[in-house]
């Protein structure tokens, strides 16, 4: 992430609050609510619950990053910091984007098949159905497409060079200004490696189906060998706990 998690944090609240408003108005005007919108009122209710609870939890979540991210520009529960010069941060950037552009490629590819595969195989059973199955494969590809050109620009964006900078926390990391934050529930510090000019941070996330990793790469220059050795030590710790 590399805005600051308190606008979304403070969007996600105005949300909460909004729909709460929207609740709470329906206890001395309930039935001139009722009149005006018949049963449709029973549909904008439920939204507006699934938007409160909704929007209070992102708003926990996104209250925890800008501590995370608050702790770490402080130098609380840090464990290596150090500075990555203009021309160095070049040098990585480069690699760095063609290993996460492979990766997400692959993956594209991979479930893409899977889509055509599953509903090429409905078609082929059930000619009828054949042009609705095929529509949704089409158009589900699309929008993968369309993700992963997305996700390409936020990626560039990510390694444009801003301050260059490298804090390690036993909670997140901020790196080039982007924060990634694995103290939080259903979170947690996957693994680390350290290799010359490189170091992986890995963490994973429950998703609705299962559970996500994400890998991060940071520039380790010459002069920050050490700090990061210790702090790629200190994560390893953290994660046999």
């Not at 889509?115 to 059973?125: E, K, N, Q, W, Y």
């Given at each position: 992430?590399?805005?600051?998690?308190?606008?979304?944090?403070?969007?996600?609240?105005?949300?909460?609050?909004?729909?709460?408003?929207?609740?709470?108005?329906?206890?001395?005007?309930?039935?001139?609510?009722?009149?005006?919108?018949?049963?449709?009122?029973?549909?904008?209710?439920?939204?507006?619950?699934?938007?409160?609870?909704?929007?209070?939890?992102?708003?926990?979540?996104?209250?925890r990053f800008a501590q995370v991210r608050?702790?770490?520009?402080?130098?609380?529960?840090?464990?290596?910091?150090?500075?990555?010069?203009?021309?160095?941060?070049?040098?990585?950037?480069?690699?760095?984007?063609?290993?996460?552009?492979?990766?997400?490629?692959?993956?594209?590819l991979l479930i893409a098949g899977f889509?055509?595969?599953?509903?090429?195989?409905?078609?082929?059973?059930?000619?009828?159905?054949?042009?609705?199955?095929?529509?949704?494969?089409?158009?589900?590809?699309?929008?993968?497409?369309?993700?992963?050109?997305?996700?390409?620009?936020?990626?560039?964006?990510?390694?444009?060079?801003?301050?260059?900078?490298?804090?390690?926390?036993?909670?997140?990391?901020?790196?080039?200004?982007?924060?990634?934050?694995?103290?939080?529930?259903?979170?947690?510090?996957?693994?680390?490696?350290?290799?010359?000019?490189?170091?992986?941070?890995?963490?994973?996330?429950?998703?609705?189906?299962?559970?996500?990793?994400?890998?991060?790469?940071?520039?380790?220059?010459?002069?920050?060998?050490?700090?990061?050795?210790?702090?790629?030590?200190?994560?390893?710790?953290?994660?046999?706990?």
């Open positions: 992430m590399l805005s600051d998690p308190k606008r979304w944090m403070w969007g996600a609240l105005g949300v909460a609050v909004l729909t709460g408003l929207w609740l709470l108005v329906q206890w001395p005007y309930g039935d001139e609510l009722f009149s005006a919108m018949s049963y449709g009122l029973y549909a904008a209710d439920l939204v507006a619950i699934l938007a409160l609870v909704a929007g209070a939890v992102v708003a926990l979540l996104f209250w608050a702790d770490l520009l402080a130098g609380r529960r840090v464990v290596g910091r150090w500075q990555v010069g203009a021309g160095d941060f070049a040098a990585f950037a480069g690699p760095a984007a063609a290993h996460e552009r492979d990766d997400k490629r692959g993956a594209l889509v055509v595969v599953i509903s090429g195989g409905f078609a082929l059973f059930d000619a009828e159905a054949a042009p609705i199955m095929l529509t949704v494969a089409a158009l589900v590809i699309v929008l993968m497409a369309l993700a992963y050109l997305l996700s390409g620009r936020v990626m560039r964006r990510h390694l444009a060079f801003r301050s260059g900078e490298v804090i390690v926390g036993r909670d997140g990391l901020l790196v080039n200004d982007v924060l990634h934050v694995w103290g939080v529930p259903l979170s947690w510090l996957a693994g680390v490696r350290l290799a010359p000019g490189v170091m992986t941070v890995s963490y994973a996330f429950v998703i609705r189906f299962g559970v996500q990793i994400v890998e991060v790469m940071l520039p380790v220059p010459p002069a920050a060998e050490t700090v990061a050795a210790a702090a790629a030590a200190a994560l390893a710790g953290i994660n046999r706990g």
